[in-house]
């Protein structure tokens, strides 16, 4: 087994999360807050928007079952990334898409695989995914972990996170855990 991380930020990290949870291959998937300013960071201090930092999940995967590739297309269809520091109705530099890579291999992949999308015109938009070296990282309170699975009941969750599942497990069944 050959582990390897990278750190994503797409909007919400419940969404994130949940996704790369169900993935085969995914050894572990943390919601976090990465690339701010500030020592200690906590949800209210980022969901103010005066941080610097990003809802991120923290992937951690077997590349002996899944390549960064494959992370990196799943990371691409679960967010909109031509929309600057929002992801529809969450609106803020924290919700910003974000590859934070953690070696100079993982950069290079995010940067080929933007520029595959825009040569392909999959989004009217230009990507606007910041590509950067993970600089810091926070894993979020624990009540942030598995948040869609533990919080059935969240309207935001049936409202928002179950049709983006809904439509990821769709597209990606053959990737999924059994």
């Given at each position: 087994?050959?582990?390897e991380?990278?750190?994503?930020g797409?909007?919400?990290f419940?969404?994130i999360?949940s996704a790369f949870?169900?993935?085969?291959?995914?050894?572990?998937?943390?919601?976090?807050y990465?690339?701010?300013n500030?020592?200690?960071?906590?949800?209210?201090?980022v969901?103010?928007g005066?941080?610097?930092?990003?809802?991120?999940v923290?992937?951690c995967?077997?590349?002996e079952?899944?390549?960064?590739?494959?992370?990196?297309e799943?990371?691409?269809?679960?967010?909109?990334?031509?929309q600057?520091?929002?992801?529809?109705n969450?609106v803020?530099?924290q919700?910003?898409?974000g590859?934070?890579y953690h070696n100079e291999?993982q950069a290079?992949a995010?940067?080929?695989i933007i520029?595959e999308?825009?040569s392909?015109?999959?989004?009217?938009?230009p990507?606007?995914?910041?590509?950067?070296?993970?600089a810091k990282?926070t894993?979020a309170e624990d009540y942030h972990?598995?948040?869609f699975?533990?919080?059935p009941?969240?309207?935001?969750?049936?409202m928002?996170?179950?049709?983006?599942?809904a439509k990821?497990?769709?597209?990606?069944?053959?990737?999924?855990k059994?």
């Amino acid at each position: 087994m050959a582990n390897e991380t990278i750190t994503l930020g797409g909007g919400c990290f419940w969404c994130i999360e949940s996704a790369f949870n169900s993935v085969e291959g995914i050894v572990s998937a943390y919601s976090g807050y990465a690339n701010g300013n500030s020592e200690n960071p906590n949800y209210e201090a980022v969901c103010s928007g005066n941080t610097g930092y990003n809802e991120v999940v923290q992937v951690c995967f077997d590349t002996e079952i899944i390549s960064l590739r494959e992370i990196l297309e799943i990371f691409f269809a679960l967010h909109d990334p031509t929309q600057l520091n929002r992801q529809g109705n969450d609106v803020g530099t924290q919700y910003r898409s974000g590859i934070y890579y953690h070696n100079e291999q993982q950069a290079k992949a995010a940067h080929d695989i933007i520029k595959e999308i825009e040569s392909a015109e999959i989004w009217p938009n230009p990507v606007v995914t910041e590509v950067e070296a993970l600089a810091k990282y926070t894993q979020a309170e624990d009540y942030h972990q598995d948040y869609f699975s533990n919080n059935p009941q969240n309207v935001y969750c049936n409202m928002v996170v179950a049709p983006k599942l809904a439509k990821f497990k769709k597209t990606f069944a053959a990737r999924l855990k059994q």
